[in-house]
């Protein structure tokens, strides 16, 4: 019987902790917006290059 009631309980539960499409003010989001990536990339290879002179170190 519990098992059945969590079941049932489950997918609800899972549908209520989706984000959202759009933000909490209702503000549409803005796909136009350019998302520079190469700067983030940078930034992670070069702590994996520190990291690798640590470990050489």
């Given at each position: 019987?519990?098992?059945?009631?969590?079941?049932?309980?489950?997918?609800?539960?899972?549908?209520?902790?989706?984000?959202s499409?759009?933000?909490?003010?209702?503000?549409?989001?803005?796909?136009s917006?350019?998302?520079?990536?190469?700067?983030?990339?940078?930034?992670?290879?070069?702590?994996?290059?520190?990291?690798?002179q640590?470990?050489?170190?």
């Amino acid at each position: 019987m519990t098992k059945s009631i969590l079941l049932l309980i489950l997918p609800a539960l899972l549908t209520a902790c989706q984000a959202s499409e759009t933000p909490a003010d209702g503000a549409a989001l803005n796909d136009s917006a350019a998302v520079d990536t190469g700067v983030d990339e940078r930034a992670i290879r070069g702590q994996i290059d520190q990291w690798g002179q640590l470990v050489k170190a």
